[in-house]
Every structure is written in C-alpha cells, then in structure tokens.
C-alpha cells in the first residue's frame, strides 16, 4: 500500500487523493449495485469501504455477460433455431432469438444479480 501524500491548505493538510480510472458499469453491473444498496446494504458497505465495490460489479457484469451469450447459444440450439430459419423466415427467426435472450436474462437475474 503506498502512503498518503498531503497538501498544506491554510492550517490543514488535506490529503491528494486520486480515484482510480475503471471502465464504466454497463447493464448488469448497474442492476448489482442498485441490488446491493437497495437490499444488502451491509454487504454493499463492505465492499465499497474495502475497495472491492468495483471489481465485484465488474466480475458480476463479466460473468452474466459471458453466461448470457453461452446460454443463448445452447437454447437456440436445443430450440433449432439456425441460420436456416434466419433465411428463410427472419421474423420468426427474431421473435425466437428474442425470447431465449428474454429467457437467458430472467435466469442471470435470479442467479447472479439478485442473489
């Protein structure tokens, strides 16, 4: 950990410090948090006078984003829904697409987000 440098201001030492620079939070990192404040305040707390805050959003936003993709995936798969069908009848083809992603997302949320 470094030390904590100081700047005179009148007769006070204010402290310089600075904020680290992180991506920003996108969907599913803004709805952790909004979760966390709203219902683990304790745990939100924690891990925001930790330093962690930012790192646990980000793993989660990561995670639910790279889970959302595979599970796409497998149930477009699983529902045969192809490239076939994409060319042959592409409202079918977005109509299925969106309600897997709509699926997909209802099961991250239970499982990531608001656990």
């Known amino acids: 950990m470094s030390e904590i440098q100081y700047q005179s201001s ?54 639910a984003n790279r889970r959302l993709e595979e599970m796409i995936r497998n149930m477009a798969q699983e529902s045969g829904v192809t490239e076939d069908l994409k060319a042959a009848d592409q409202m079918k083809w977005v109509g299925l697409m969106n309600t897997l992603k709509a699926q997909a997302e209802e099961i991250i949320l239970e499982e990531l987000i608001y656990a």
């Open 10 to 63: 009148g007769d006070y030492l204010i402290p310089n410090l600075t904020v680290e620079e992180t991506r920003p939070l996108t969907k599913y990192g803004r709805m952790r948090k909004k979760y966390l404040q709203a219902n683990r305040p304790v745990l939100f707390n924690n891990l925001l006078l930790s330093g962690q805050l930012q790192n646990h959003l980000l793993e989660t936003e990561e995670t």
